[in-house]
Nanobody, 126 residues
């Protein structure tokens, strides 16, 4: 059984750069991609960045590229999302999730993921 554990809520000032960790446990061969899928209030959950669980392949949406950085700590089995230059519209619950295969045509779709972390509330406010 794959389990994903995220950190507690974050309150960040505009322009801030929080780093969100996601610790994964369980059989590594069971999942191949870890993604971050934020959900703003009143909006659908949608992926912004993913990383392979087995090599250095990374994917970003156009809006995330250059502002967000995803990384993987193999020794600690942790995937982190570093976000820069945050704006109030980045406020939302950020979920990490694991995908069983490598569905490159569905990386941003919540339905492609089989396991989920509990979510991290990120609030960007002065």
């Amino acid at each position: 059984q794959v389990q994903l554990v995220e950190s507690g809520r974050r309150l960040v000032q505009p322009g801030g750069s929080p780093r969100l960790p996601c610790a994964a446990s369980g059989p590594t061969p069971d999942y191949h991609v870890i993604g971050w899928l934020p959900q703003a209030l009143g909006y659908e959950r949608e992926g912004v960045s993913c990383i392979s669980a087995h090599n250095n392949l990374k994917w970003y949406t156009t809006s995330a590229k250059g502002r967000f950085t995803i990384s993987r700590d193999k020794a600690n089995n942790t995937v982190s999302l570093e976000m820069n230059s945050l704006k109030p519209e980045d406020t939302g619950v950020y979920y990490c999730a694991a995908m069983r295969g490598v569905l490159t045509l569905r990386l941003w779709e919540p339905g492609a993921y089989g396991w989920w972390g509990q979510g991290t509330q990120v609030t960007v406010s002065s």
